[in-house]
């Protein structure tokens, strides 16, 4: 089966600390996101991609956090600098192009962030 | 905007039985998708199954099946002969297609906790 890839699973890092989360979205899909999992928010919308073009990032503090697709089979996410409350599991999604996406989006399985 | 909401934090039911997992949204769309997604301890999110709103054949996939009531704006989750690998989280989730190429974001609930008891 075709599977999203994340790195790393576990990441635990001191305050202050730049942290980057990779994501490989399965080929052929054209639309990325990212989402963010606490037991507080729950998940909450981070950034989305389509076409490897930003389509909407209005859910990420733009101070300490940003997004891009260098290219069409990776995806980063990036926190600098770290702070605790970032401590959450960060998943990212993708979806094939589909128009209405009927299909749904295929998940990673997320990347598990600690920040002490 | 729309929102998603699963009333039920937690549930827990004897394996072999039949539960029911809630979920109603709130939206001014006409056409959507719904969807319920299942994150077990692994946390690996799972898609379940999904309901096209222009359906009104409700969708099924095995054992899990789904009661869309589209004027109630309620879309439930019933899974028969409860196992114990469906213990998880389970999350209902709303999408508003897009009219050109390509996908729309997931808005999520806050989940259901469901356990399965031998």
């Known amino acids: 089966d075709a599977r999203v890839t994340q790195t790393p699973r576990h990441k635990v890092t001191e305050m202050g600390q730049e942290v980057t989360m990779r994501c490989q979205p399965i080929l052929g899909h054209n639309t990325v996101f990212w989402y963010r999992q606490t037991m507080m928010q729950g998940l909450e919308l981070l950034a989305y991609?389509?076409?490897?073009?930003?389509?909407?990032d209005s859910g990420m503090p733009k101070d300490r956090f940003s997004a891009e697709m260098p290219d069409a089979t990776l995806a980063t996410l990036k926190i600098q600098p770290s702070e605790p409350r970032d401590s959450a599991v960060y998943f990212c999604?993708?979806?094939?192009?589909?128009?209405?996406?009927?299909?749904?989006?295929?998940f990673g399985s997320g990347t598990r962030l600690t920040v002490v | 905007a729309q929102t998603v909401t699963q009333s039920q934090p937690e549930m827990s039911v004897q394996e072999a039985e039949t539960v029911t997992l809630s979920c109603t949204y709130d939206?001014?769309?006409?056409?959507?998708?719904l969807f319920w997604y299942k994150q077990p301890p692994s946390r690996q999110m799972i898609l379940v199954i999904r309901q096209e709103a222009y359906k009104q054949q409700n969708a099924t996939e095995n054992r899990f099946s789904v009661n869309f009531q589209k004027a109630a704006k309620s879309f439930s989750l019933k899974i028969s002969d409860s196992q114990l690998g469906d213990t998880a989280m389970y999350f209902c989730?709303?999408?508003?297609?897009?009219?050109?190429?390509?996908?729309?974001?997931?808005?999520f609930g806050t989940g259901t906790r469901l356990t399965i008891i031998p």
């Open positions: 991609f389509r076409n490897r073009a930003p389509l909407d």
């Open positions: 999604a993708s979806g094939p192009g589909q128009v209405g996406g009927k299909d749904g989006y295929t």
């Open positions: 939206t001014s769309e006409s056409n959507y998708y």
């Open positions: 989730a709303f999408m508003k297609p897009l009219s050109n190429f390509g996908n729309e974001k997931l808005t």
